[in-house]
């Protein structure tokens, strides 16, 4: 029931809807949803450059090379929390799943701890690790 709920929301709006509080909240939100969109559509393009602070295409390009391969439908985001570590970083938690183009998950679900960094071209993804989904965003 929750995940129907939260999956009517998440059609109704962008992936999270930015509904005001702390800078890296409303900023953190903008750029996770840009990477979820840019990433549904497999463009390493747009994730080098307006979601990355640096990055590594080639690396990109391959993983979404392999997830078609795969038959990659969509990622799927069920949560994403946020929290400053300083002025001009942050870090992002993000809960998701991957689903086939055919319906049903490619993995378990999957969570992925983002580093965040302001920019003079804005709030960007500087760092990005895979973790268990059970992890709790902490910047302490």
């Given at each position: 029931m929750k995940r129907l709920?939260?999956?009517a929301v998440l059609l109704a709006a962008p992936a999270f809807a930015?509904?005001?509080g702390t800078e890296i909240e409303v900023m953190g939100r903008g750029l996770i949803n840009r990477w979820i969109a840019a990433y549904n559509r497999a463009d390493s393009d747009a994730m080098m450059k307006d979601i990355y602070a640096n990055g590594d295409l080639a690396r990109l390009k391959t993983t979404f090379f392999d997830l078609n391969a795969e038959s990659f439908g969509k990622l799927d985001a069920y949560?994403?929390?946020f929290c400053s570590t300083s002025a001009t970083n942050g870090k992002a938690l993000l809960r998701f799943t991957r689903l086939y183009t055919?319906?049903?998950?490619?993995n378990d679900d999957e969570a992925k701890v983002f580093?965040?960094?302001r920019t003079g071209a804005g709030w960007r993804i500087a760092a990005e690790v895979d973790v268990p989904y059970s992890t709790v965003l902490s910047c302490f």
């Amino acid at each position: 029931m929750k995940r129907l709920m939260l999956a009517a929301v998440l059609l109704a709006a962008p992936a999270f809807a930015q509904t005001g509080g702390t800078e890296i909240e409303v900023m953190g939100r903008g750029l996770i949803n840009r990477w979820i969109a840019a990433y549904n559509r497999a463009d390493s393009d747009a994730m080098m450059k307006d979601i990355y602070a640096n990055g590594d295409l080639a690396r990109l390009k391959t993983t979404f090379f392999d997830l078609n391969a795969e038959s990659f439908g969509k990622l799927d985001a069920y949560s994403a929390a946020f929290c400053s570590t300083s002025a001009t970083n942050g870090k992002a938690l993000l809960r998701f799943t991957r689903l086939y183009t055919f319906g049903g998950k490619m993995n378990d679900d999957e969570a992925k701890v983002f580093d965040l960094v302001r920019t003079g071209a804005g709030w960007r993804i500087a760092a990005e690790v895979d973790v268990p989904y059970s992890t709790v965003l902490s910047c302490f």
